[in-house]
């Protein structure tokens, strides 16, 4: 089969951003809850992969071995049709542009803030479960501990750096997924994608702000305001890397093709 035109995915992306928009709240609540307790998995399946493989093989193949497990937690993602923050900027902004009126975009706003905040709420709880000492295997703490203050140690440029690449590369996922007609190209394209977000480590307002959770519970040198400003930057940064880098120049690509209204 031949891939679809820009034209026809943006006309799937916004058939699909309606529905998220025009979900009851309380269904908006549960989808982003569950979002976060998913992504969790794989933030543990990478503490587990690199806890086993560093040992024998060093740091090197460790990290991504690790980085290899965290592509399932994408997959959870995707394939069980939860929502982190970052997958509701090209579906919904698509259908807010087609539909205009301020009510759709006040509903646009809803949706970001209530599936940012209740994937933080999420993952919190799983990650509390997971914090119990032998809830994982032995090493996967360290592991954690060790990612947390990797992930608080990158400068403020670089961390807003990494969150545009983080936003461009979740909302890239968000637009191929369009494009992909079977469940076993989907599966496909959430794995890559969570495997190259784990091997920058790309930061993530969510995933990264859990990593950093771990760590402060865990023992970490780090603190809340560590997570803070890493929450902030990430933020600003997926903003601009899903928002502007991806949203916007699929926009203007589907209104420019020929096929489209």
Do not use: C
Not at 31 to 48: D, E, H, K, Q, R
Not at 67 to 79: P, R
Not at 191 to 220: R, T
């Amino acid at each position: 089969m031949s891939a679809p035109d820009p034209d026809q995915i943006y006309d799937r992306s916004k058939k699909e951003g309606a529905r998220r928009l025009f979900m009851p709240p309380l269904e908006q609540v549960s989808t982003g809850f569950i979002a976060g307790v998913t992504i969790v998995f794989g933030i543990v399946a990478l503490s587990m992969a690199e806890e086993l493989v560093a040992p024998a093989l060093g740091a090197g193949p460790g990290k991504l071995a690790g980085a290899l497990a965290f592509g399932t937690g994408v997959v959870f993602l995707v394939i069980g049709r939860s929502e982190l923050f970052t997958e509701n900027f090209f579906d919904p902004v698509a259908a807010a542009i087609d539909r205009r009126g301020s009510s759709v975009w006040f509903r646009l706003g809803r949706l970001w803030i209530l599936v940012l905040v209740l994937n933080l709420v999420g993952g919190a709880v799983m990650a509390a479960i997971f914090t119990v000492e032998g809830a994982l295997p032995s090493g996967a703490h360290e592991v954690l501990v060790g990612v947390a203050e990797e992930i608080a140690a990158k400068s403020g440029w670089a961390t807003f750096a990494r969150g545009i690449a983080a936003g461009t590369l979740l909302t890239l996922l968000s637009y191929l997924l369009h494009a992909a007609d079977s469940a076993i190209s989907r599966i496909v394209l959430a794995y890559l994608v969570g495997v190259f977000l784990a091997l920058g480590p790309f930061d993530h307002a969510v995933v990264s702000a859990l990593h950093l959770l771990f760590g402060i519970w865990l023992g970490a040198g780090i603190g809340l305001a560590d997570l803070g400003s890493n929450f902030a930057l990430a933020t600003a940064g997926n903003l601009v890397g899903g928002l502007l880098l991806m949203t916007l120049t699929h926009t203007v690509q589907a209104k420019s093709s020929p096929g489209s209204d």
